[in-house]
């Protein structure tokens, strides 16, 4: 046992070197978590997408038209980007992405409402892009809702019912709404926890695994070391100080300096740490295998995109087919992703994600098994490094 201690001592003071020495490391360490901190959170800052630019054409130029312009151009969703003279203009706009929805208001809208008939609002949206379609889209429904309902109260009111019935009978249902959890609604709050979740993910897997190949680029007759797993592992250990820093720099410093939701830091970090801990066999199980820094790169462009999708972080997991849920279960983002949800959200401490914690360490020991497994093999095929 102290020979086996002395041999990681030795590796992560070589390996602590070796990173000072070669900057690829010390980058991937130290710049990808600073550099993707800021830059992610500036794109999101915002949170949510407001005043989505729209074209309004009112070919009524009445009482009734003006007001419901006012109404529009009231709401946080939207902005009058423009007024063109025909359909066709603004067709042209909505084409040079200078709008995203054009409303047309007919010229016998207040003359049909008076007479008693159904008025025609027209309106052309632009659905590329779903998240600003998702938000500019209700907004007008909303409004055209809102003066349908002022619009059947006035009528009744004409007719000597009472206000308070007549409001009922304008809107004879009506919701009352309970938003758990999220009453913001906003994106960036609901997307940004999960995309740091997986620059961790990144910065370990690509950590190790540049190392590992930059070593066999520059001296592909290494002596095999005398404990392969070890080796790897105490390298592991060797980065694993830059990681908690890099959780602690998310959570303690950039959560709270771009007002992403953290109900609990220490619980998150927890989690943070977990999730970090479980992934290690895997990324030392790759590393065994990594010829050169190329490698390390590819696997990592193999690996990222799909595990973040198949989590179930921003499509359910559910509507996944079954084969696709069961290999979502096999990696540790799963958990992690749900588990994140759950405390930055939801609320309720680390308890609140006791069975995400379990999910984990089961397959860190799945993991553990096969990463030595793995090792023992590469060790007689002389993938060791020194």
Partial sequence: MKKRLRFIGA?????????????TVLLILVIIPLFYAFLISTLYMRNQPVERPMLLIDMDNSELSRRLSTYLEATQDLAVAGRPATVDEGFALMKRSEAELMVLIPPDFS????????????????SANILTYGFSYPAVANTVATLNAELTTRYFLSRGVPRPIAVEKASPLRTDERVLFAPTLLYGSFLITGIFLII?????????????????ERDLRATPAPYPFTDLEARFFAHSGFYVAAIAFFILVIFPLFGWPVRDPGAM???????????????????????????????????????????GFTWPLDQMPGWVQAFAALFPSTPALLALRVLSVKGGGIAA??????????????????????????????????
């Avoid at 003071?13 to 000072?20: D, I, K, L, Q, S």
């Avoid at 008076?114 to 027209?122: E, I, S, V």
Wanted: proline share 4%; hydrophobic share 60%; no cysteine.
């Fill in 353 to 386: 994600v006791t069975p995400y914690l379990l999910w984990m360490a089961g397959l860190f020991l799945l993991y553990l098994a096969g990463a030595v497994t793995v090792i023992r093999f590469a060790a007689k095929r002389h993938l060791s490094v020194r």
């Fill in 200 to 216: 961790i993910q990144q910065v370990i897997l690509l950590s190790l695994a540049s190392s590992v190949g930059i070593r066999r």
């Fill in 269 to 311: 970090i927890l989690l943070f740490a977990a999730f970090s801990v479980a992934l290690a066999p895997a990324a030392i199980a790759i590393a065994a295998f990594m010829p050169d820094r190329t490698a390390s790169f590819q696997i990592l462009m193999f690996v990222s995109t799909p595990l973040y999708l198949v989590s």
């Fill in 11 to 23: 590796v992560i003071r070589a390996e602590w070197h070796f990173m000072f020495r070669e900057p």
């Fill in 111 to 126: 003359t049909d409402i008076k007479r008693g008939d159904q008025a025609t609002l027209k309106l052309w949206v632009n």
